[in-house]
């Protein structure tokens, strides 16, 4: 889903498996997500929808909250749990 240049931190999925957002960071520590959509029957794999991914956040978790602002599915209490 994600290019090789970032490392994907934080996936969310809609129940039906249709869509999705990652959270990622960059090779230049920066982060960044995109929404992804795939159709069950296309074995394809996913393809982006959200063209947020030139989006620069300096945390994962501005990453989070702006993907909730922008993408309705994601749940406003969804976080980001660290190790």
């Given amino acids: 889903m994600i290019q090789r240049n970032k490392t994907v931190i ?3 999925e809609t129940q039906d498996h249709s ?3 990652d959270i990622f960071q960059r090779s230049d520590s ?3 997500f995109e929404e992804f959509r795939r159709d069950i029957e296309d ?3 996913w393809f982006p929808t959200g063209r ?4 620069v956040f300096s945390s994962a978790e501005a990453a989070l909250e702006k993907a909730k602002d922008l993408v309705p599915w994601i749940s406003k209490k969804e976080t980001i749990s660290h190790p």
């Fill in 19 to 21: 869509k999705c957002v």
């Fill in 30 to 32: 920066t982060f960044g």
């Fill in 43 to 45: 074995t394809s794999g």
């Fill in 10 to 12: 934080h996936s969310l």
């Fill in 52 to 55: 947020y991914s030139n989006i």
